[in-house]
Protein backbone atom coordinates (compact mmCIF):
# COMPACT_ATOMS: atom_id res chain seq x y z
CA UNK A 1 0.00 0.00 0.00
CA UNK A 2 1.54 3.19 -1.17
CA UNK A 3 1.10 5.91 1.61
CA UNK A 4 1.94 9.97 1.51
CA UNK A 5 4.75 9.20 4.05
CA UNK A 6 6.14 6.91 1.17
CA UNK A 7 5.78 9.12 -1.46
CA UNK A 8 7.88 11.69 0.54
CA UNK A 9 11.14 12.47 -0.90
CA UNK A 10 14.22 11.30 1.14
CA UNK A 11 16.98 14.01 2.13
CA UNK A 12 19.68 13.47 4.32
CA UNK A 13 21.44 16.52 7.06
CA UNK A 14 24.95 16.74 6.59
CA UNK A 15 27.39 18.71 9.25
CA UNK A 16 30.85 19.27 8.95
CA UNK A 17 32.39 21.03 11.54
CA UNK A 18 35.39 22.78 11.29
CA UNK A 19 38.13 24.51 13.24
CA UNK A 20 36.84 27.88 11.91
CA UNK A 21 33.59 27.24 10.36
CA UNK A 22 30.84 24.94 11.06
CA UNK A 23 28.34 23.77 7.71
CA UNK A 24 24.72 22.30 7.26
CA UNK A 25 23.08 21.16 4.24
CA UNK A 26 20.61 19.13 3.35
CA UNK A 27 21.02 16.56 0.61
CA UNK A 28 19.21 14.52 -1.68
CA UNK A 29 19.77 11.00 -2.71
CA UNK A 30 21.25 11.53 -6.15
CA UNK A 31 23.56 14.83 -4.48
CA UNK A 32 22.02 17.85 -4.96
CA UNK A 33 22.33 20.08 -2.11
CA UNK A 34 18.52 21.99 -1.20
CA UNK A 35 19.90 23.94 1.77
CA UNK A 36 22.90 24.86 2.83
CA UNK A 37 24.32 27.64 5.52
CA UNK A 38 27.75 27.77 8.09
CA UNK A 39 28.19 29.57 11.60
CA UNK A 40 32.05 30.61 13.40
CA UNK A 41 32.52 26.91 15.15
CA UNK A 42 34.54 29.17 18.13
CA UNK A 43 36.59 25.88 19.10
CA UNK A 44 38.31 27.71 22.15
CA UNK A 45 34.67 27.48 23.53
CA UNK A 46 33.13 24.43 25.44
CA UNK A 47 31.54 21.41 23.46
CA UNK A 48 28.57 22.12 25.28
CA UNK A 49 27.80 25.72 24.33
CA UNK A 50 28.65 24.47 20.75
CA UNK A 51 26.37 21.47 21.21
CA UNK A 52 23.75 24.19 22.06
CA UNK A 53 24.70 26.40 19.09
CA UNK A 54 24.53 23.84 16.37
CA UNK A 55 21.16 22.22 18.12
CA UNK A 56 19.50 25.62 18.01
CA UNK A 57 20.67 25.68 13.56
CA UNK A 58 19.50 22.00 13.21
CA UNK A 59 16.43 22.86 14.93
CA UNK A 60 16.08 26.03 12.29
CA UNK A 61 17.41 23.77 9.61
CA UNK A 62 14.79 21.02 9.95
CA UNK A 63 11.49 23.81 10.92
CA UNK A 64 12.00 24.81 7.16
CA UNK A 65 11.96 21.65 5.46
CA UNK A 66 9.22 21.48 2.76
CA UNK A 67 6.46 19.20 3.52
CA UNK A 68 6.95 17.30 0.32
CA UNK A 69 10.72 15.97 1.62
CA UNK A 70 11.62 13.50 4.78
CA UNK A 71 14.43 13.48 6.39
CA UNK A 72 16.21 9.82 7.10
CA UNK A 73 18.85 10.63 9.17
CA UNK A 74 21.56 12.34 10.08
CA UNK A 75 25.45 12.76 9.05
CA UNK A 76 28.29 14.39 10.68
CA UNK A 77 31.93 14.84 9.32
CA UNK A 78 34.31 16.02 12.17
CA UNK A 79 37.80 16.64 12.85
CA UNK A 80 39.13 13.09 15.35
CA UNK A 81 35.39 11.62 14.27
CA UNK A 82 35.68 8.00 15.11
CA UNK A 83 33.75 5.76 13.05
CA UNK A 84 33.25 2.60 15.21
CA UNK A 85 32.82 4.69 18.56
CA UNK A 86 30.29 7.29 17.25
CA UNK A 87 32.47 9.88 19.17
CA UNK A 88 35.12 13.09 18.57
CA UNK A 89 38.40 11.71 20.27
CA UNK A 90 40.08 15.09 21.12
CA UNK A 91 40.36 16.90 18.23
CA UNK A 92 44.04 18.75 18.21
CA UNK A 93 42.70 22.40 17.33
CA UNK A 94 39.64 22.02 19.89
CA UNK A 95 39.62 22.41 23.54
CA UNK A 96 36.89 19.74 23.81
CA UNK A 97 38.50 16.26 24.71
CA UNK A 98 36.83 13.34 23.83
CA UNK A 99 33.01 13.98 23.31
CA UNK A 100 30.15 11.17 22.61
CA UNK A 101 28.49 13.13 19.67
CA UNK A 102 26.23 10.66 18.40
CA UNK A 103 25.18 9.28 21.33
CA UNK A 104 24.21 12.77 22.50
CA UNK A 105 22.57 13.94 19.08
CA UNK A 106 20.68 10.72 19.10
CA UNK A 107 18.78 11.82 22.38
CA UNK A 108 18.09 15.19 21.51
CA UNK A 109 17.08 13.91 17.11
CA UNK A 110 15.97 10.30 17.43
CA UNK A 111 16.82 9.12 14.19
CA UNK A 112 20.00 7.60 12.53
CA UNK A 113 22.83 9.17 12.97
CA UNK A 114 26.32 8.46 12.12
CA UNK A 115 29.98 9.93 12.16
CA UNK A 116 33.49 9.98 10.86
CA UNK A 117 36.36 12.20 9.98
CA UNK A 118 35.72 15.20 7.71
CA UNK A 119 38.00 14.28 5.49
CA UNK A 120 36.78 11.06 4.89
CA UNK A 121 33.59 12.60 4.15
CA UNK A 122 34.62 14.56 1.74
CA UNK A 123 35.78 11.36 -0.08
CA UNK A 124 32.63 9.91 0.63
CA UNK A 125 30.90 12.34 -1.15
CA UNK A 126 33.85 12.20 -3.82
CA UNK A 127 33.27 9.22 -4.37
CA UNK A 128 29.88 9.70 -4.84
CA UNK A 129 29.19 12.84 -6.52
CA UNK A 130 32.62 14.14 -7.59
CA UNK A 131 36.02 13.80 -9.60
CA UNK A 132 36.52 10.05 -7.67
CA UNK A 133 32.82 8.58 -8.86
CA UNK A 134 33.41 4.97 -9.93
CA UNK A 135 36.97 5.14 -8.57
CA UNK A 136 38.46 2.31 -6.26
CA UNK A 137 41.78 3.99 -4.64
CA UNK A 138 41.85 7.67 -4.08
CA UNK A 139 42.92 10.15 -1.53
CA UNK A 140 41.15 13.16 -0.48
CA UNK A 141 43.41 16.20 1.26
CA UNK A 142 41.06 18.53 2.95
CA UNK A 143 42.96 21.86 3.49
CA UNK A 144 41.66 24.55 5.99
CA UNK A 145 42.25 25.50 9.47
CA UNK A 146 44.72 22.09 9.99
CA UNK A 147 44.91 19.42 7.21
CA UNK A 148 43.07 16.32 6.82
CA UNK A 149 42.67 13.08 4.82
CA UNK A 150 40.38 10.55 3.37
CA UNK A 151 41.97 7.22 2.06
CA UNK A 152 39.99 4.94 -0.06
CA UNK A 153 41.66 1.49 -1.32
CA UNK A 154 40.15 -1.52 -3.50
CA UNK A 155 36.29 0.98 -2.76
CA UNK A 156 36.85 1.04 0.91
CA UNK A 157 37.77 3.95 3.40
CA UNK A 158 40.99 3.12 5.46
CA UNK A 159 39.34 3.50 9.08
CA UNK A 160 42.45 1.55 10.55
CA UNK A 161 42.09 -0.72 14.39
CA UNK A 162 40.32 2.28 16.07
CA UNK A 163 38.72 4.11 13.57
CA UNK A 164 41.39 7.07 13.17
CA UNK A 165 44.19 5.71 10.51
CA UNK A 166 44.69 7.82 7.56
CA UNK A 167 45.49 10.80 8.94
CA UNK A 168 48.28 12.56 6.42
CA UNK A 169 48.10 15.42 8.47
CA UNK A 170 49.92 14.45 11.30
CA UNK A 171 52.90 12.57 9.49
CA UNK A 172 56.31 14.78 9.86
CA UNK A 173 57.75 16.22 7.34
CA UNK A 174 60.05 18.37 9.13
CA UNK A 175 61.90 16.53 12.10
CA UNK A 176 62.04 18.39 15.42
CA UNK A 177 59.68 21.26 13.38
CA UNK A 178 56.80 23.75 14.08
CA UNK A 179 54.73 22.66 16.97
CA UNK A 180 51.12 21.10 16.63
CA UNK A 181 48.17 21.22 18.43
CA UNK A 182 48.42 17.21 18.63
CA UNK A 183 51.44 18.37 20.66
CA UNK A 184 54.40 16.47 18.05
CA UNK A 185 56.90 18.67 16.40
CA UNK A 186 56.97 18.72 12.39
CA UNK A 187 53.31 17.80 11.20
CA UNK A 188 51.97 17.97 7.68
CA UNK A 189 49.16 20.17 8.69
CA UNK A 190 51.68 23.06 10.50
CA UNK A 191 53.24 23.60 6.83
CA UNK A 192 50.26 23.11 4.27
CA UNK A 193 47.09 24.78 5.73
CA UNK A 194 45.86 28.28 6.68
CA UNK A 195 47.16 27.90 10.10
CA UNK A 196 50.38 26.87 7.98
CA UNK A 197 51.08 29.17 5.32
CA UNK A 198 50.74 32.06 7.64
CA UNK A 199 53.75 30.94 9.55
CA UNK A 200 55.43 30.22 6.75
CA UNK A 201 55.10 33.86 5.60
CA UNK A 202 56.12 35.46 9.39
CA UNK A 203 59.15 33.25 8.94
CA UNK A 204 60.27 34.27 5.79
CA UNK A 205 59.45 37.90 6.41
CA UNK A 206 62.49 37.27 9.10
CA UNK A 207 64.63 35.46 6.61
CA UNK A 208 64.52 38.42 4.11
CA UNK A 209 64.48 41.81 2.99
CA UNK A 210 62.14 42.29 0.26
CA UNK A 211 59.44 44.64 0.36
CA UNK A 212 55.71 43.49 0.91
CA UNK A 213 52.10 44.23 1.70
CA UNK A 214 52.06 41.41 4.40
CA UNK A 215 54.68 42.81 6.36
CA UNK A 216 52.15 45.88 7.67
CA UNK A 217 50.01 43.00 8.49
CA UNK A 218 50.12 42.03 12.69
CA UNK A 219 50.66 37.91 13.37
CA UNK A 220 46.92 38.12 14.68
CA UNK A 221 45.32 39.52 11.92
CA UNK A 222 47.33 37.55 8.97
CA UNK A 223 45.12 35.16 6.98
CA UNK A 224 45.80 32.77 3.92
CA UNK A 225 43.11 34.86 2.19
CA UNK A 226 44.98 38.27 2.65
CA UNK A 227 48.68 36.35 1.61
CA UNK A 228 46.43 34.85 -1.72
CA UNK A 229 45.48 38.63 -2.19
CA UNK A 230 48.80 39.61 -1.66
CA UNK A 231 50.46 37.00 -4.06
CA UNK A 232 47.57 37.61 -6.43
CA UNK A 233 49.20 41.71 -6.67
CA UNK A 234 52.29 39.61 -7.84
CA UNK A 235 53.92 40.30 -4.04
CA UNK A 236 57.09 38.04 -4.59
CA UNK A 237 57.16 37.02 -0.59
CA UNK A 238 53.55 35.83 -0.84
CA UNK A 239 54.28 33.88 -3.60
CA UNK A 240 57.56 32.13 -1.89
CA UNK A 241 55.15 31.64 0.57
CA UNK A 242 52.58 29.59 -1.89
CA UNK A 243 55.61 27.89 -3.63
CA UNK A 244 57.38 26.72 -0.17
CA UNK A 245 53.72 25.17 1.17
CA UNK A 246 53.33 23.51 -2.18
CA UNK A 247 56.93 22.16 -2.44
CA UNK A 248 56.01 20.46 1.15
CA UNK A 249 52.51 18.99 0.47
CA UNK A 250 53.89 17.66 -2.98
CA UNK A 251 56.32 16.03 -1.28
CA UNK A 252 54.00 14.16 1.26
CA UNK A 253 51.98 13.46 -1.13
CA UNK A 254 54.71 11.50 -2.97
CA UNK A 255 55.24 9.36 0.12
CA UNK A 256 51.74 8.74 0.00
CA UNK A 257 51.59 7.11 -2.97
CA UNK A 258 54.01 4.75 -1.75
CA UNK A 259 51.85 3.72 0.43
CA UNK A 260 48.84 3.53 -1.15
CA UNK A 261 48.80 3.72 -4.88
CA UNK A 262 45.72 6.20 -5.42
CA UNK A 263 44.84 6.64 -9.12
CA UNK A 264 44.29 10.20 -8.43
CA UNK A 265 44.68 12.98 -4.93
CA UNK A 266 41.39 15.39 -5.26
CA UNK A 267 42.36 18.54 -2.79
CA UNK A 268 39.63 20.61 -1.01
CA UNK A 269 39.56 23.26 1.51
CA UNK A 270 39.74 27.05 1.27
CA UNK A 271 43.64 27.16 0.84
CA UNK A 272 42.59 24.65 -2.15
CA UNK A 273 40.88 27.86 -4.07
CA UNK A 274 44.50 29.58 -4.61
CA UNK A 275 44.55 27.37 -7.76
CA UNK A 276 47.78 27.41 -9.51
CA UNK A 277 49.56 29.34 -6.96
CA UNK A 278 49.34 25.92 -4.81
CA UNK A 279 49.26 23.18 -7.59
CA UNK A 280 51.59 24.01 -9.97
CA UNK A 281 54.53 23.58 -7.35
CA UNK A 282 52.97 20.98 -5.49
CA UNK A 283 52.46 18.69 -8.51
CA UNK A 284 56.17 19.63 -9.73
CA UNK A 285 57.07 18.65 -6.38
CA UNK A 286 55.04 15.37 -5.74
CA UNK A 287 56.90 14.39 -9.67
CA UNK A 288 59.64 14.74 -8.32
CA UNK A 289 59.54 12.85 -5.02
CA UNK A 290 57.68 9.77 -6.51
CA UNK A 291 58.67 6.62 -7.25
CA UNK A 292 60.26 5.90 -10.92
CA UNK A 293 57.05 3.52 -11.61
CA UNK A 294 54.27 6.79 -10.43
CA UNK A 295 55.87 8.95 -12.65
CA UNK A 296 53.71 10.55 -15.15
CA UNK A 297 50.27 8.40 -13.82
CA UNK A 298 48.84 10.12 -10.54
CA UNK A 299 47.30 14.12 -11.21
CA UNK A 300 46.59 16.13 -8.40
CA UNK A 301 43.16 17.93 -8.88
CA UNK A 302 40.99 20.05 -7.27
CA UNK A 303 37.13 19.08 -5.98
CA UNK A 304 34.75 19.42 -8.39
CA UNK A 305 31.65 19.54 -6.30
CA UNK A 306 31.79 23.42 -5.99
CA UNK A 307 27.92 24.04 -5.22
CA UNK A 308 28.21 22.21 -1.81
CA UNK A 309 30.81 21.73 0.63
CA UNK A 310 31.56 18.49 -0.09
CA UNK A 311 32.09 17.40 3.25
CA UNK A 312 28.77 18.15 4.05
CA UNK A 313 27.55 16.04 0.88
CA UNK A 314 30.17 13.21 2.30
CA UNK A 315 28.42 12.92 5.72
CA UNK A 316 24.85 13.29 3.87
CA UNK A 317 26.30 10.35 1.97
CA UNK A 318 27.99 8.59 5.06
CA UNK A 319 24.20 8.34 6.69
CA UNK A 320 22.70 7.30 3.68
CA UNK A 321 25.29 4.16 3.08
CA UNK A 322 24.90 3.21 6.95
CA UNK A 323 21.02 3.15 6.52
CA UNK A 324 20.92 0.98 3.00
CA UNK A 325 23.49 -1.42 5.24
CA UNK A 326 20.84 -1.34 7.82
CA UNK A 327 17.89 -1.58 6.01
CA UNK A 328 20.08 -4.69 3.88
CA UNK A 329 21.10 -6.30 7.33
CA UNK A 330 17.14 -6.42 8.02
CA UNK A 331 16.05 -8.10 5.06
CA UNK A 332 18.93 -10.89 5.43
CA UNK A 333 17.88 -11.51 9.47
CA UNK A 334 15.57 -14.95 8.91
CA UNK A 335 12.01 -14.42 10.99
CA UNK A 336 11.41 -16.56 14.00
CA UNK A 337 8.76 -19.36 12.98
CA UNK A 338 5.13 -18.47 14.31
CA UNK A 339 4.18 -19.98 17.43
Not at 50 to 58: H, L, Y
Request: charged residues 20%; glycine residues 10%.
Amino acid sequence: MITLASMKKKVALGIDIGGTNTAFGLADEQGRCLNDESFPTWAHQSFARFFERVAEKIDAMLARIPQEYELIGIGVAAPAGNYYQGTIDAPSNFCWGKVELVRLMTEHYHLPIAITNDANAAALGEMMYGQAKHMQNFIVVTLGTGLGSGIVVNGDLIYGHDGLAGELGHTLVEPDGRECGCGRHGCLEMYVSSRGICRTVFELLAQRLDDSELRQISFNELTAEKVYEAAQRDDALARAAFEYTGRILGRALADAVACFGPAIIIIFGGLARAGPLLFEPAQRSFENNLLHVYKGKIKIVPSSVPKCNIAVLGACALIQKEIEKMNGAARQTPKAPPA
